[in-house]
Structures are given as C-alpha cells and as structure tokens.
C-alpha cells in the first residue's frame, strides 16, 4: 500500500510560479512512477508530469518547458515546479503513485491563477 500526501499550490496572479509536492510512504520499493494529473472544471483529467523509476520524465503538451518534476534522493517525495502559470492552469492537481498493480492517488490541491 502507498500513501500520499500533498502540500503546495494555491493562488497566483498569471505569469506567477508555483510549487507541488507530494510525499510517498508505504510500500515505496516497488514505486515504478509518481506524477500529476490535473482537472478542471468542465474537462477530463489530463495527464501534468510523471517520473518514472528511471528518472525518465513525461510531460504533458500544454505544460512541456514551463513546468518541471523532480523528486528527492530518498525518492520517495515529488515536487512539481511550475512557472510562467496561465489561467488555463487553473484547477485541481492529484498526485499519483504506479506500482505494477496499481495507481494511488493522493487527495488533490487547488491551483488557481488569476488574470
């Protein structure tokens, strides 16, 4: 089992940066990936970032080259960084943990960005 918790987000004016983390515990070893997914109000969850076991990193189109995900040594926390943030960034980002049988999710933070 894997449980997540995320802190960050919140409210910036448009061009403003923001930072999401997520912090993994349980059964970490055998984490093969964590990342975000966002939604907003009206759309489907789209796929933010993810990193995988490798340290490969996926990224989806709308944010590619404004945001970016790392994560920490111990590799059991993730942190998206995001900057030159729109008002199409507006919404609810869930943090996501893969193992090979299963995706956890974590409870989801609010970013909003004000014109």
């Known amino acids: 089992q894997v449980q997540l918790?995320?802190?960050?987000?919140g409210l910036v004016q448009a061009g403003g940066s923001l930072r999401l983390s997520c912090a993994a515990s349980g059964s970490i070893?055998?984490?093969?990936?964590?990342?975000?997914?966002?939604?907003?109000?009206?759309k489907q969850?789209?796929?933010?970032?993810?990193?995988?076991?490798?340290?490969?990193?996926?990224?989806?189109?709308s944010v590619r080259g404004r945001f970016t995900i790392s994560r920490d040594g111990a590799k059991n926390t993730v942190y998206l960084q995001m900057i030159s943030l729109t008002p199409e960034d507006t919404g609810v980002y869930y943090?996501?943990?893969?193992?090979?049988?299963?995706?956890?999710?974590?409870?989801?933070?609010?970013?909003?960005?004000?014109?």
């Open 29 to 42: 070893s055998s984490l093969n990936a964590m990342g975000w997914y966002r939604q907003a109000p009206g």
């Open 95 to 115: 943090c996501h943990a893969d193992i090979p049988t299963a995706r956890y999710w974590g409870q989801g933070k609010q970013v909003t960005v004000s014109s």
């Open 45 to 61: 969850r789209e796929l933010v970032a993810n990193i995988l076991r490798s340290g490969s990193t996926n990224y989806g189109g």
């Open 5 to 9: 918790v995320e802190s960050g987000g």
